[in-house]
């Protein structure tokens, strides 16, 4: 499925008025899970409060140990310090990397800002190797930016 057709039905999902923030954010980590083959995982991170670390929000796929993350470490406390999308096309590759299973070959994380601060990021896993283009940065950017305006 194209991002283009996922763009509308992102939106309506944060649209439902009778559900909370977490549940919409779970319908969006299931959508984009069960319609882009290679998204293995799908999760969000929060910062947690003026902490610098991130706690892990609504998420679609294994279970991770790893609920929070300190700012620096591994791919998304990189982001949450340098505000920049992170591809990484083989974690292998990657020296601060926080191993959450041996079939995620490669990740990419987009930071969510509102009113231009860092507020979390969306985290995606894939068992294939280098599958994120792009595309893949721009879509997940629209997500993000759609997103904020919940805050």
Same mark, same amino acid.
């Given at each position: 499925m194209s991002f283009e057709i996922l763009k509308p039905k992102v939106t309506? $999902? %944060?649209m439902q008025n009778h559900i909370s923030r977490d549940e919409k954010l779970f319908e969006i980590?299931? %959508? %984009?899970?069960?319609? $882009?083959d290679y998204y293995n995982?799908?999760?969000f991170y929060f910062r947690n409060g003026e902490k610098e670390e991130l706690l892990l929000g609504p998420y679609v796929g294994a279970p991770t140990d790893h609920t929070v993350i300190p700012f620096g470490k591994g791919i998304c406390g990189q982001v949450a310090v340098s505000n920049q999308n992170f591809v990484v096309p083989d974690v292998s590759d990657q020296d601060n990397y926080i191993s959450c299973s041996f079939t995620v070959k490669s990740e990419i994380v987009v930071p969510l800002f509102v009113n231009g601060a860092n507020i979390g990021q969306i985290d995606i896993d894939s068992h294939v190797l280098n599958p994120f283009t792009e595309a893949d940065e721009r879509f997940l950017e629209f997500v993000n930016q759609e997103i904020a305006k919940m805050f």
């Open positions: 309506a $999902i %944060l980590c299931t %959508l %984009l899970k069960n319609t $882009i995982w799908v999760g």
